[in-house]
């Protein structure tokens, strides 16, 4: 009678949609694009055409538009606050649901349209009703960041999680967790590994999943094979040792598109055919590794705090984040080959990313900056030439390389060791690895001479030098000697005889001007030695009480500036120095960094 059917009916078809295997995801992206540019400011347009704002030109009927508002806002407020207050959310949280309710916009505008045109609604009437859905439309946003900031999200989840109490202060007290001493919090080993996972870093991430995971299986005694349960115990399967616990995160850029919203409201069906989550629980559950995957959809300055978040509630030892190979925190497959260091070191986004996760991190966090480990071929740097060839038969004839298998999977991984927090958890993780029989370690104590007054400390959540410089040469050379150098002769007596003959331990004296060239030729003359082999790695300190980010010479590029300040002096020159080896840059976590820096 008045028209309506048209909404019903489009309604109709887009409920009949199937939504089992990501079907209206799929048809959303097909169509969103015209209607969002076509159709849509179309029908904006004709409901600007329709609507006079020359007939508010009295005093009552601005009366009417002002008393239309209020009773708009209070509906919908007051309902969706007592909704939510309901289901037990509390009065802030509530208070915001509402005022997301009152938001009216493009079905608002559908049904006054309609109402025009059934002519249920004069010109004048429909044109307060349009002032009506813009003001409460245009409200929403920033009433909904004032009432929800994000400092009262995050303080609100920490109130859930029973982290803090309503005031923000501690239910846990401090002193539980600075009691532990630092020698147990290095000794600690990796059970819980939160692993960000890229496309194009898989085969480093599996290879480094592999490695860590392993361990030796438990040998069946000879007297019970040659007594007379050999059959039966023939039949039990070799369980392996395998305390480590691998979580994988993947996370895609949430964007202004409807088909990017749908995706997180089917988050959990998304998550379980995501097929980079599902090629990661595959392996690691192949390789006897207990594993968990999710896939978070967020903004791309939201992926940082998606990253400690879930370290967070994972409660991990220890965060792997991968460099991207083309410098882009986005996965575009349309580049096949390798970007030159300069583009691929110099993504904006990126850098922030990382420097955001590092400044932030609740636990130890890597930086993998992969060059062939796991003994995937590196691309060629520069475009690929087209080359012509002359064939009577069609392209089928061109056959891919066959890449044979990897005869030796040995790694080689060097560490130079200067001091400090991270280079201590740095010597924790080669060691873990060093448990590995195809791994031999080189680990280089760098020591720096006497009476070197270039020693400038650095702050535990940045590589800024700490200013006014409150910490002097005498305190950073009893923090280096006290804990670095008794930890070093611990560890060097406390190797078993199978480990000891795979690390090797050397001595090398530097400067703290000399110390970064130094090491970095040290590391070229240990790893890329062998290029059949499945890899080498360099594992790096991020920060060290005896080094800090330099401020930016006149012969610096910025790329090699921000490099400093995102993975430390020793990661950006041994990253851009060209080493037939991957990079590993550590920092430590969590309040014990800060303290230890501080």
């Keep these: 009678m008045i028209g309506v059917h048209p909404i019903f009916g489009a309604f109709l078809v887009g409920l009949i949609c199937p939504h089992d295997g990501g079907f209206t995801i799929h048809v959303t992206e097909k169509i969103e694009d015209l209607v969002s540019v076509l159709l849509l400011p179309l029908y904006f347009a004709l409901s600007g055409l329709s609507t006079d704002l020359g007939l508010l030109n009295d005093g009552i009927t601005w009366a009417y538009v002002i008393g239309v508002i209020a009773v708009a806002f209070s509906g919908k407020i007051i309902g969706g606050t007592l909704a939510a207050r309901a289901m037990r959310l509390v009065w802030r949280e509530s208070f915001s649901i509402g005022v997301l309710m009152s ?10 349209n309609i109402g025009l045109q059934a002519r249920i609604l004069s010109q004048r009437t429909f044109t307060i009703f349009v002032v009506m859905a813009l003001i409460t439309t245009v409200s929403t946003t920033p009433l909904t960041k004032w009432l929800y900031p994000p400092w009262y999200h995050k303080k609100l989840e920490q109130w859930k999680r029973g982290e803090i109490d309503w005031d923000g202060k501690p239910l846990q007290p401090a002193s539980t967790h600075q009691s532990e001493s630092l020698v147990q919090i290095q000794d600690s080993k990796i059970r819980r590994l939160l692993v960000y996972l ?8 599996f290879t480094f999943i592999s490695l860590l995971g392993d361990e030796h299986v438990t040998p069946q005694s000879q007297e019970a094979l040659d007594s007379g349960a050999g059959e039966e115990i023939s039949k039990t399967p070799v369980l392996r040792k395998r305390p480590l616990e ?8 949430l964007t202004e598109r409807t088909s990017s919203v749908m995706k997180v ?11 980079v989550v ?8 192949l390789h ?15 992926f940082a705090q998606a990253v400690v978040t879930q370290a967070s509630k994972q409660e991990s030892d220890f965060v792997l984040i991968p460099w991207s190979e083309v410098g882009s925190n986005k996965e575009d497959q349309s580049v096949p080959f390798k970007v030159s260091p300069e583009d691929r070191f110099s993504g904006r986004p990126h850098l922030e990313f990382i420097q955001t996760v590092l400044s932030t991190a609740v636990c130890n966090t890597g930086i993998f900056i992969g060059d062939g480990f796991g003994g995937v071929a590196s691309a060629e740097k520069t475009r690929p030439n087209l080359s012509r060839s002359v064939s009577n038969v069609s392209m089928r004839s061109h056959r891919g390389t066959v890449f044979p298998p990897i005869a030796d999977k040995s790694h080689m991984i060097f560490l130079p060791y200067l001091g400090g927090i991270d280079d201590r958890v740095a010597l924790r993780f080669v060691l873990q690895l060093a448990k ?37 040469k005498n305190e950073i050379d009893t923090e280096i000697t006290a804990h670095d150098t008794s930890l070093l002769a611990s560890v060097r007596s406390s190797l078993s005889p199978e480990l000891a003959s795979r690390v090797t331990f050397t001595e090398l004296s530097v400067t703290v001007s000399s110390a970064v060239r130094q090491a970095t030729e040290l590391a070229k003359g240990s790893v890329g030695k062998n290029p059949r082999n499945a890899g080498d790695v360099v594992v790096v300190g991020r920060r060290h009480p005896r080094l800090s980010a330099i401020s930016r010479t006149a012969d610096q590029t910025s790329t090699e500036y921000d490099m400093q300040k995102t993975v430390g002096v020793f990661g950006q020159a041994m990253a851009m120095s060209n080493l037939k080896a991957s990079v590993l840059v ?4 969590g309040s014990e960094a800060g303290q230890s820096l501080s």
Excluded at 246 to 253: A, K, N, Q
Excluded at 265 to 275: F, L, V, W
């Design 198 to 205: 890229r496309l194009d870093s898989l085969p480093s991430l």
């Design 436 to 472: 590995n029989p195809l791994i031999t370690v080189t680990i280089a104590h760098l020591n720096c001479a006497e009476g070197d007054d270039e020693i400038v400390a650095v702050s535990g959540g940045n590589l800024d030098p700490i200013t006014p410089a409150s910490v002097s």
């Design 278 to 285: 599902n090629a990661f629980r595959t392996f690691s559950q």
């Design 246 to 253: 691998v979580h994988g995160l993947r996370i895609v850029e």
């Design 586 to 589: 550590i920092q430590a976590g």
């Design 288 to 302: 006897d590794v207990a594993v968990s995957g999710n896939v978070v959809i967020a903004p791309e300055d939201s």
């Design 265 to 275: 409201t089917e988050g959990d069906d998304y998550a379980r055919r995501d097929p």
């Design 103 to 112: 938001c009216k916009g493009l079905v608002e505008l559908i049904v006054l």
